[in-house]
Nanobody, 115 residues
Framework: QVQLVESGGGLVQAGGSLRLSCAASISIFSIIPWGWYRQVPGKERALVAGITRGGSTNYADSVKGRFTISRDNAEKMVYLQMNSLKLEDTAVYYC?????????WGQGTQVTVSS
């Protein structure tokens, strides 16, 4: 059974940085396009960053230039470097595959940005 375990969230002041990590227990990790998603109460989960099997990346306009997604196929890890954090980045962050690759959601990691 696939398990996704996110970590690295916390409380940070606006303008600060955090690095999120996602450990994925799946044998075909390297061929999966991975994404980081976030959800705030009352809203649907939304994709904020994605990375293809080849390493191409894409970002939501709201995080472009501030967030960087990366992957380590050997360690089966996906990362999200978040810089210049804003109050509106406060959310629970999740990783999962993209497109046809969707797995049971992990517990997510809470990111809270304070003023």
């Amino acid at each position: 059974q696939v398990q996704l375990v996110e970590s690295g969230g916390g409380l940070v002041q606006a303008g600060g940085s955090l690095r999120l990590s996602c450990a994925a227990s799946i044998s075909i990790f390297s061929i999966i396009p991975w994404g980081w998603y976030r959800q705030v109460p009352g809203k649907e989960r939304a994709l904020v960053a994605g990375i293809t099997r080849g390493g191409s990346t894409n970002y939501a306009d709201s995080v472009k230039g501030r967030f960087t997604i990366s992957r380590d196929n050997a360690e089966k890890m996906v990362y999200l470097q978040m810089n210049s954090l804003k109050l509106e980045d406060t959310a629970v962050y999740y990783c999962n595959g993209m497109m046809a690759y969707s797995y049971p959601w992990g517990q997510g990691t809470q990111v809270t940005v304070s003023s």
